[in-house]
């Protein structure tokens, strides 16, 4: 990427934090499964292996994906695959509820991403990435269908930033 193009970039501000609790609970669990087996004399080369597999695996699992955002694009990453979605040309936005809620944005060319909007409530910057690309595809018209639903989140998440600046300025909510 080119310098002018990092300048304007946003990120999930609080990825490296999550990242770090990963992989201390991968340390760990890799140090206690050590532990364990070496005091009860029953570790091997393939014993010490295995631990060290489930203890990467445990970090894969917790590691959230990392979040980006910049002019007319956003990027998804997880350790087994990188997408990228232009939110300039979106045409389809898809809101799923429940226990494992994520937002689906998908573009022109096929290409989609699946995200926690409680990422975007957290990241001012990546949510403004995000709406200014989504005006662009209201304005070409390729978004037509489903604006609602980033309309809402966006509701939800200017009542959030309000709230916190209320509440730091001393005002009771």
């Known amino acids: 990427m080119r310098r002018s193009e990092l300048a304007g970039m946003a ?3 609080h990825w490296r934090g999550s990242a770090r609790f990963a992989l201390g609970c ?8 050590f ?3 070496w005091e009860a004399g029953t570790l091997t080369p393939p014993r010490a292996l295995l ?3 489930l203890s ?3 970090c894969v699992i917790l590691l959230p994906p990392r979040v980006r ?3 007319g694009w956003l990027t998804v990453r997880t350790p087994c695959r990188r997408r990228v979605v232009r939110t300039d040309a979106l045409i389809a936005v898809r809101q799923y509820e429940g226990v494992s809620a994520h937002l689906v944005l998908q573009d022109i060319d096929g290409r989609y991403v699946e995200l926690d909007p409680r990422t975007l409530e957290a990241n001012p910057l990546l949510w403004h990435e995000l709406e200014r ?3 662009r595809s209201l304005e ?5 269908h489903s604006a609602d639903i980033l309309e809402q989140l966006g509701h939800r998440i200017d009542d959030e930033n309000l709230r916190a600046v209320l509440k730091a300025s001393g005002f009771t909510v």
């Open 69 to 71: 955002a910049g002019h």
């Open 140 to 144: 070409r018209g390729t978004l037509r």
């Open 26 to 33: 991968a340390l760990l669990v890799c140090a206690m499964s």
């Open 11 to 13: 990120g999930d501000r």
């Open 51 to 53: 631990w060290g597999a």
């Open 35 to 37: 532990l364990i087996d």
């Open 56 to 58: 990467i695996a445990v």
């Open 133 to 135: 690309g989504v005006h």
